[in-house]
Nanobody, 116 residues
C-alpha cells in the first residue's frame, strides 16, 4: 500500500527554519521523481522543489524559494526532506509531498505558519 506521510510543520517566526519530512511506503524513493508542493487557501497548488530519481538526483526549485529551501532524500529511511531556512510570512501554506509513480500520489499535508 502506497503511503506518503508528511511531518515537521508548525509555527515559526520569520527568519526561522523548519525541516519537513515525507515518510514513504509502498515504493522506493530511489526510482521515482519526488516533489514538494504547497497550497494556500484560494490559490493554486505551487511546486516548491523536486528531485529526480537516482542516480541523476537533479534538484529544481521555485524561484521564490531558491537559496532558502533544500530538497533531499534518505534512501535507508525511504524518506524525502525539505529543509526550509530564512522563512518568510509568504511561505505560510500547507506543504504536500508528491510522487509520480504509476499514479500521482499525495500525502495529506503539513501546515507551516510563519508569523511573529
Amino acid at each position: 500500500q502506497v503511503q506518503l506521510v508528511e511531518s515537521g510543520g508548525g509555527l515559526v517566526q520569520p527568519g526561522g527554519s523548519l525541516r519537513l519530512s515525507c515518510s514513504v511506503s509502498g515504493f522506493s524513493i530511489r526510482t521515482y521523481p519526488m516533489r514538494w508542493y504547497r497550497e494556500v487557501l484560494g490559490k493554486e497548488r505551487e511546486l516548491v522543489a523536486a528531485i529526480t530519481p537516482i542516480p541523476q538526483s537533479i534538484t529544481t526549485y521555485a524561484d521564490s524559494v531558491k537559496g532558502r529551501f533544500t530538497i533531499s532524500r534518505d534512501k535507508s529511511r525511504n524518506a524525502v526532506y525539505l529543509q526550509m531556512n530564512s522563512l518568510k510570512p509568504e511561505d505560510t501554506a500547507v506543504y504536500y509531498c508528491n510522487a509520480q509513480i504509476w499514479y500521482d500520489a499525495w500525502g495529506e499535508g503539513t501546515q507551516v505558519t510563519v508569523s511573529s
